[in-house]
């Protein structure tokens, strides 16, 4: 047999050797590539098998880096990367991912900047590179290169339509194609903080805020110094109120940041919405002192001292915005929304001439038109007023449309769900506790004022509008699909947790009391389920004159969720879904829902808040009757009108309109002239 010779042998192992290691370079580097989005850890161990056989691979390190990263090890990610980055510096990829691994350690914003702007510089089409740069651009106070980086429209990133819709079908299923699609299409790996962030970033434009608040969590438990994704996730919690949370992420930021504007805006909205008010307070005084220029913070701050009863102060606060920012509309409605501060001629005339340039937002003109629509209504000229007002809400439409015949099919569907059948099933389901009292109805019904007078007295705690029952309805829906037909499918046992869950939820708002009202009007559509989750929990619907409850609602500019109140026709179709829906659970809960008419309560105070505390089963305390003098926060349109003693004075002012309400009349149908006894109940 004839062997090779002994150098020959010796080149044949070592060249075998070479292909295999080659062969085995290359199937670690897939390897790494495809496990990157998928199982960042394991990519990790593929790179580095790579490093030992040739320590000097480019793409090995690279993939280390961003593996690094993708698995929370950002400090490792940082050092593996500032080396490449060196050598590299006109790679995009390189510099965005050492630009993340900084921003999620403790170097500062300043280098991940820094390394950001290499990114952008390299690659100009990178959506992820340009928003990731303004997240770090506003850490360093530079807002006006913040937006100018993150209004970036490029082709294909976070201004495109197609990835819009598709952020869209994520928030709303959340499902592993959709997943796939993001990565696919747009590069949106959700193992990267930078693409969770800019999804993020889409989900609170399009008000998906739990959805935007569940992507986050993980996020900020696996990169807590990365600022961006605190804040984004303190403004959804904040929007879908969860205020603790909110507070607690908000404050992650502060601490590395505690002179950062927007932080402190949103950190003095999250104090206001827990109910302390004087944490807001201190916090915008801190706000306005660092940007006294700063419209937005002044008009927050006007809020503040207006829901503590701090009145002038809060007209100061309003004119301040108004004199920063003369085309200021929301501000200008938030003195109308005042109801005790009138315009001067002077004033009326200013905001009639603010030119479009001055307010291009539809929505903040629409403000302007609902702040001259309450100014002529108090000079009496009540076509003028009229005019402004239907201005307003044509805007208001066209931003936030209303669905009239899917809420019809809602209010259908609960009236033949929630049957007499379904209760007599669940008679003894729920949750035992009796502390909650519920007060729901129509907006702009007087709910506020019930709430107050409940509120002043000793053994009751006033929460005002909690989203909590609305977010359990939800969550039952996903896992019932098609509630409220799907309420019969329920678990007798689900009710009790659902009342637990409730309690646990708004135990933050009690205050050591041991009855808590919630005063959400919207409520009155988880009747039912409020019913079966928690059986002794008091609800009361406050009642009002339907033309003067609707036309109240429509000459009010609410910031979001009442768009049925623009339209005069939906309105009234509205109000007597309201009325279907209330009379159906009278019939099968009879004496369930006490049920208030705010004319009786005005004309008959004593009578009527007697019977309403022996509802609640609780001791008269004439303190009730006084509820004018209880010193809380109150961030409803009402907050100056339960200060004072009550008054007649808005009871019948819808009349002066009532030849532009024909809509209205006709939607309402015969509901459009009832009267109340004093005992609440119609005629």
Known sequence: MDFPSGRRYIAAIVSGTELLDRMNTQSDLSEARRMLAREPARAVEHARRVLVRDPGSVEARFLLGAALRRDGRHGAARDALVPLAHSQPNAWGVQYELGMALAASEAGAASAAAALTRATRANPRSSLAWHALGDQLLLLGRSAEANAAQARMVPGGVGDRALGELAARFFEHGDPATRAALQARFGIDLNDIGAARLLADIGLRQGRFAAVAALLAPVCGMAPDFIPAQFAYAIALHRVERGEAALAAISVALRAYPDLPPLLALAAAIHLQLGDAAAAIRTYETLVTATPDDAEAWHAYGHALRA??????????????IALRPG?????????????????????????????????????RAYLDFALGKAFEDAGRYAESFDHYARGNAARGALEPHDAGAFHRFVADSIEAFDAALFERNRVAGCPEPGPIFVLGMPRSGSTLVEQILASHSAVEGASELPDVTALARALAERHPGYPTSIGRVPHADFAVLGAEYLARTAIHRAGKARLVDKFPGNFLQTGLIHLMLPNARIIDIRRDPMACCFSLFKQAFARGQAYSYDLADLGAYYRDYVALMAHFDAVLPGRVHRVAYESLIDAPECEIRRLLDYCALPFEPECLRFFETARTVRTPSSEQVRRPIFRDGLEQWRHFEPWLAPLAAALGPLAKPRFDRHGCEN
């Open 328 to 364: 200021f509309g929301e501000a200008y409605w938030s003195l109308a929304n005042l109801k005790t501060v009138r315009f001067d001629a002077e004033e009326v005339a200013r905001m009639r001439a603010v030119p479009m340039a001055a307010t291009p937002d539809p929505a903040d």
């Open 308 to 321: 503590v009863g701090e009145q002038a102060a809060a007209v100061a606060a309003y004119r301040r915005a």
